[in-house]
T-cell receptor, first 116, second 110 residues
């Protein structure tokens, strides 16, 4: 079974530029998550999708960040305009999303963003 | 604000010894508890999860949960240099949202 795919793996941009990240979840996984991990910290949830609907985006800075999952499969996360403090690793994760006791999340390799 | 606290370390452990990692959480409504391992420059990798009070063993790893004390721990037996990594404790609450601690860095010395 293929894992969560993300691209690009690395991105360097200047502040005020825009950037987009792509994620393809594990086949059959209904729930998709985007996390931000700043160096030395644990991942922080930005947004959670169930199929193509948003479940939680309470920690997404909506003035500059946007995300979509139009067909309920792959997803894009966009930052426009980027700030220096957006430098981080952006992790995508997916889970089955069924009503099970434990719905385990599996992570992709991440995209390391550097904002200069 | 739901919080998960971990000692940042580093926790230095001789090869072959037991590494003991601790995690506390603030939300009594938390439902499931996960331990992830993260090597430098890599993404988190699931080690194991626990959701009932008591111990759960998986190979060299044992997770322990005490909901009354809001405490979860991970024991690594027979530590190997390949176990050197950052260990992330994560807790879920409603809607399968994961809240992560800051991680504990473990160094296993040959």
């Amino acid at each position: 079974e293929a894992g969560v795919a993300q691209s690009p793996r690395y991105k360097i941009i200047e502040k005020r530029q825009s950037v987009a990240f792509w994620c393809n979840p594990i086949s059959g996984h209904a729930t998709l998550y985007w996390y931000q991990q700043i160096l030395g910290q644990g991942p922080k949830l930005l947004i959670q999708f169930q199929n193509n609907g948003v479940v939680d985006d309470s920690q997404l800075p909506k003035d500059r960040f946007s995300a979509e999952r139009l067909k309920g499969v792959d997803s894009t996360l966009k930052i426009q305009p980027a700030k220096l403090e957006d430098s981080a690793v952006y992790l995508c994760a997916s889970s089955r999303g069924n009503r099970v006791a434990v719905d385990t999340q599996y992570f992709g390799p991440g995209t390391r963003l550097t904002v200069l | 604000q739901k919080e998960v606290e971990q000692n940042s370390g580093p926790l230095s452990v001789p090869e072959g010894a037991i590494a003991s990692l601790n995690c506390t959480y603030s939300d009594r409504g938390s439902q499931s508890f996960f331990w992830y391992r993260q090597y430098s420059g890599k993404s988190p990798e699931l080690i194991m999860f626990i959701y009932s009070n008591g111990d759960k063993e998986d190979g060299r790893f044992t997770a322990q949960l005490n909901k009354a004390s809001q405490y979860v721990s991970l024991l690594i037996r027979d530590s190997q240099p390949s176990d050197s990594a950052t260990y992330l404790c994560a807790v879920t609450y409603a809607g399968n949202k994961l809240t992560f601690g800051g991680g504990t860095r473990v160094l296993v010395k040959p």
